[in-house]
């Protein structure tokens, strides 16, 4: 068991590139059976070696039940040469994983403006929840990417606005500081999911705070921590 949960068995299909810094890692079998999604922007503990205590965090992008298969998009930041980044970078089809999960308390609120922050780790997550938007929702989507080419645009059936930010060397999470607090999000008819740099998460936590966000409607994590190879964000809202 991995923190409650059972694990399933699986093996790399495909790996290929969707970005300049992104890749796109497909695993299926048929010791995926039993495991299912329930909501966009889950995330798996994706165990990469034999520890038991190896396991990271990633987002489903795409499950497709009736081929036992699922996609998981692995971006590349300045820390990325955690476990699972080096691993990466041998991986192969045919290579065997296990994953835990999946798991996550976010769920889109009906009638909700949805406004997302993100850089480019949390764009899986970001991509899978706007896909998943019904025809009538309202959402915002402020991503932070580090070059010009790494623009990923998910199609919806809902009314979605996009804005890039390009940051080069800029500190990881100002550009989306800057956005959030421009933005002057409205806490009683809208909904946050943040998922970035943690310095930056926990800044933009305390703003979504002092606007009046109620616990259930601002969903904030730091999915990476700039100078640490590996991070857990225990104030995780997710």
Known sequence: MADGYGFHEGEVTAIREVSPSMRRVTIAGRGLAGFDVSAPGQWIKL????????????????????????????????????LVGRWLQSAASGSRVRLAGPRSTFRHLPGHKLHLFGDETALPAISAIVEHLPSG???????????PDAVLEAASMADVTWRWLVCGTETPGAGLLRCCRELGCASGSDQAFVGCEATAAREIRQLLQAAGFAPGTAHVSGYWKAGAREHVDAESDY
């Open 47 to 82: 165990f990469v070696d034999d520890s038991p205590r190896g396991g990271r965090a990633m987002t489903v992008r795409d499950w497709r039940i009736d081929r036992l298969e699922l996609d998981i998009d692995i971006a590349s930041h300045p820390t990325s040469d955690g």
């Open 137 to 147: 929702a309202e959402a915002f989507a402020c991503i932070e990417i580090r070059r």
